[in-house]
């Protein structure tokens, strides 16, 4: 099994792709804090998933790296906050996309909490 077929890591991707598309159209001032910082945390979310799969016979370094991926996430959400605040977003789409990172939290928190069922 690869770490391509985790739920968490597949919503993870397609949602830091909807971001990139999204941060296309920030204003060019923003290039190196805001729109950086968004596609960055939101890519994170992924490679942590993706390491700690491939370390998950440790369940320490698994656990360890999905709570990563969590704290990664959470940081993902606060960039959508700034991004509504600075009117880059609509309240729609933060909440369609808030909604959507809230989804993987929940996925990432149940192989936390269950990590026998990802062949530990």
Avoid at 98 to 113: A, H, T, V, W
């Amino acid at each position: 099994m690869s770490f391509k077929t985790l739920l968490a890591y597949q919503k993870g991707f397609e949602l830091a792709m909807e971001i990139f598309q999204l941060t296309k159209d920030f204003p060019k001032s923003e290039m190196f804090s805001l729109t950086s910082q968004m596609v960055r945390s939101s890519r994170s979310v992924c490679s942590n998933i993706a390491e700690g799969y491939r370390k998950r016979q440790y369940e320490k370094h698994f656990k360890s790296k999905l709570s990563d991926a969590d704290s990664e996430n959470s940081e993902t959400q606060l960039w959508l906050d700034f991004a509504l605040a600075c009117g880059y977003i609509t309240e729609i789409k933060k909440q369609e996309l808030q909604y959507k990172s809230e989804e993987i939290g929940k996925l990432i928190n149940y192989m936390i909490k269950n990590p026998n069922k990802f062949g530990l």
